[in-house]
């Protein structure tokens, strides 16, 4: 049974301690704050601030991740590349939670087993970048790190890094949450309307034809449940938790704060924080900090990653092995995904560790169009993530889930797809702040493609724990 996870947070004690171990650590990707004093002014002004989400949440998280990690469940992760103070409407967030949970439907459908559903919202306010300043027309700025750092507009003002923008991001964090739980509340969970929004994307698409036999197999299934007199209010609502990339160390330092059942300490900020293919090192203060808290938490691994430094992160981030305690989310490329995943999958699973693994096929893929714009084709996207269940399904291991970067918008940012978004569009209807997202139909047509991937040749789902349904 489901239902609302995401309840106003009680007003946690600030904890002075929290994080200072990676103080003593390098730190890459922050930013070049100019005034240190109003930093230490407005980081102290979030340290006694609620914390966005609770103890209890987060371990409720790991527990669900926990059986993503022993084959029973599935994870969908998804969200906007970067967030934006702007992108912060009541619309905006009602269509990225429309489709993921579209998209929640037909993986848990296709794969007889629960979704564990993760957004990239609520604190994706800050991004990585692989250089520090950006040059055009022969003036160099600061490069745009996310609307917690500076802003996008290419002036000397706007790029100039503001520790006030930190104090926006939680504000603007909040805020989003609050509508998360508004529309959970309100009834825009249901399955069945999710269902019809569904059925109304098969009937549009110009690729439709190719998910009718999985949305008539959903269908039944709900008439069925209606005709057995099975009570469905129980499908109104759904646990919903949030995540991004833990990169501010100030400001996540700020928010950290000590459950009192427990003692143990939490990152305020979100559920679920990750690190970065920038910000992975064993050494490193990111590391270090999500060592220190108790959330559940996430590597980025590309190419370059060796098994030895998986084991690493391993012994690091879940020397307990507690299953649900470590996501490993890979982002390879399609043409690398089954070359250099498989090596790793054994390593960890000879080494007893009970983690969550993750197809990130976005980052892998990014391309730069004769336009100049960061674009991903929708066919290598979906490539990847074959290539992610083909590696796990010979293995005889379980594909935890998938990890995209979307919107609910109509956007044209990825070429390809059903609705076939072509170069000429991406100069119309590109509206990231960062990299390109998938629109709403594109990311159903990943749902419904990888969807119809996991089940395999037999149309029967493939796991690692076949009598794992919980």
């Known amino acids: 049974m489901t239902k609302a996870l995401l309840a106003p947070p009680a007003v946690g004690a600030p904890d002075e301690r929290a994080g200072d171990e990676w103080r003593d650590r390098p730190a890459a990707q922050q930013p070049d704050w100019p ?18 989400v609770t103890p209890e949440e987060c371990d409720t998280l790991t527990d669900r991740l926990g059986q993503v990690a022993r084959g029973r469940a599935f994870l969908l992760q998804g969200g906007d590349c970067a967030e934006t103070f702007a992108g912060t409407s009541a619309a905006a967030v009602r269509r990225k939670l429309e489709t993921l949970l ?118 039944r299934a709900l008439r069925f449940l209606d005709v057995c007199h099975v009570d469905l209010s129980d499908l109104r609502t759904v646990e919903l938790f949030t995540s991004h990339e833990g990169l501010l160390l100030d400001y996540e330092s700020a928010l950290t704060r000590t459950d009192p059942r427990t003692g143990g300490r939490y990152a305020g900020s979100g559920h679920l924080l990750w690190v970065g293919e920038r910000t992975r090192a064993l050494d490193g203060a990111h590391v270090a900090y999500l060592a220190g808290v108790r959330n559940p938490v996430a590597v980025k691994l590309g190419p370059s990653v060796g098994a030895d430094e998986v084991l690493g992160y391993v012994e690091r981030l879940d020397p307990d092995r507690v299953p649900g305690r470590l996501t490993l989310v890979v982002r390879m490329g399609a043409k690398r995904i089954r070359d250099r995943l498989p090596g790793l999958v054994q390593a960890v699973t000879a080494a007893g560790a009970e983690v969550v693994w993750v197809s990130d096929p976005m980052h892998g893929n990014t391309i730069t169009a004769p336009s100049g714009h960061k674009t991903r084709q929708f066919d ?32 044209a940012e990825c070429l390809g797809g059903g609705s076939a978004v072509a170069l000429d569009d991406l100069g119309r209807r590109y509206e990231s702040a960062c990299d390109p997202r998938l629109n709403r139909g594109q990311s159903l047509d990943l749902a419904f493609r990888a969807a119809e991937l996991f089940r395999g040749p037999r149309g029967t789902a493939r796991r690692s724990d076949p009598a794992g349904t919980a």
């Open 380 to 411: 290598d996207i979906l490539d990847e993530v074959a290539g992610f269940f083909e590696v796990h399904h010979g293995l005889g291991t379980h594909p935890g889930g998938v990890h995209v970067e979307l919107t609910g918008d109509d956007v």
């Open 102 to 219: 579209q998209m929640a439907v037909v993986f848990s459908y296709a794969a007889s087993m629960p979704v564990v559903k993760v957004g990239r919202m609520a604190g994706q306010f800050a991004k990585p970048r692989s250089a520090p300043t950006e040059t055009r027309d022969g003036l160099t700025l600061p490069v745009y790190r996310g609307d917690a750092v500076n802003g996008v507009e290419f002036t000397p003002e706007a790029r100039r890094p503001d520790p006030g923008r930190l104090h926006q991001a939680y504000q603007a964090s909040a805020a989003t949450l609050a509508l998360i739980r508004a529309f959970v509340a309100g009834g825009y969970a249901d399955l069945r309307q999710v269902h019809a929004w569904n059925q109304d994307f098969v009937a549009r698409s110009p690729v439709g034809q190719r998910y009718e036999r999985l949305a008539d197999e959903i269908d």
């Open 35 to 52: 005034d240190p004093s109003a930093l230490r002014a407005v980081v102290r002004q979030l340290a006694g601030l609620p914390p966005l």
